[in-house]
């Protein structure tokens, strides 16, 4: 079956600091992969994808690799702000796009 | 552009009632999809529209919950016979067509069932 298992948080970082956020996934055929992110108080936004092996999805300083061979797509961004204070979840769309296998969501707060 | 709206964005019930919630798509998004995050949990799925019939319903958890896209566009979930458990925070989506194409998601509603 399909699913994606996510770094547990809550993750607290000070500013500036680099960010690596875990996922791994569990899919059949070829998945496209997804980070959406959830601000206080907000619904949930697409940050990036990636919908093959290799391709990197990027936005706003943030960055993750599609890798088949390690079945991963960590999220990665150098230097935090505290705007980015949120939470993270990975998510996949299988072969059929009836519907996305979430992560669990991992907590992110930046510190001044 | 609109995006994807939802109402109401909370909901106060008592177990035992009923209650729907609505979905407003994109304009022009054929696939709808209606998730349910619990605290503290990613989003999972619960029924997916094309057009209007219900192409994977795979998702609801019993037969106390129901959806409907009659016209193609706006959607309502209906949960009968609310259980504390029902408790949730609803998302609704929506994608051009769903082929793997990117989901844009609904604020949400915030259900309590007391």
């Known amino acids: 079956g399909n699913s994606v298992t996510q770094m547990e948080g809550p993750v607290t970082l000070s500013e500036e600091a680099f960010l690596t956020i875990n996922c791994t996934y569990t899919?059949?055929?070829?998945?496209?992969l997804f980070w959406y992110v959830q601000y206080p108080g907000e619904g949930l936004q697409l940050l990036l994808k990636?919908?093959?092996?290799?391709d990197k999805g990027s936005n706003k300083g943030f960055e993750a690799t599609y890798r088949k061979e390690t079945t991963s797509f960590h999220l990665e961004k150098g230097s935090v702000q505290v705007s980015d204070s949120a939470v993270y979840f990975c998510?996949?769309?299988?072969?059929?796009?009836?519907?996305?296998?979430f992560g669990t969501g991992t907590s992110l707060t930046v510190i001044p | 552009g609109a995006g994807v709206s939802q109402t109401p964005s909370n909901k106060v019930t008592e177990k035992g009632k009923y209650v729907e919630l609505r979905c407003d798509p994109i304009?022009?998004?054929?696939?709808l999809y209606w998730y349910r995050q619990s605290l503290g949990q990613g989003p999972e799925f619960l029924i997916y529209?094309?057009?209007?019939?219900?192409?994977?319903d795979s998702g609801l958890p019993n037969d106390r919950f129901f959806a409907v896209r009659p016209e193609g566009s706006v959607s309502t979930l209906k949960i009968q016979r609310t259980e504390r458990g029902d408790s949730a925070v609803y998302l609704c989506?929506?994608?051009?067509?769903?082929?793997?194409?990117?989901?844009?998601f609904g604020p949400g509603t915030r259900l309590l069932v007391l």
């Open positions: 989506a929506s994608s051009l067509n769903p082929d793997q194409e990117t989901q844009y």
């Open positions: 304009s022009g998004h054929t696939a």
């Open positions: 899919a059949t055929g070829y998945p496209s």
């Open positions: 998510a996949l769309s299988d072969n059929t796009g009836n519907q996305f296998y």
């Open positions: 990636a919908t093959k092996a290799d």
């Open positions: 529209f094309q057009g209007t019939g219900a192409a994977d």
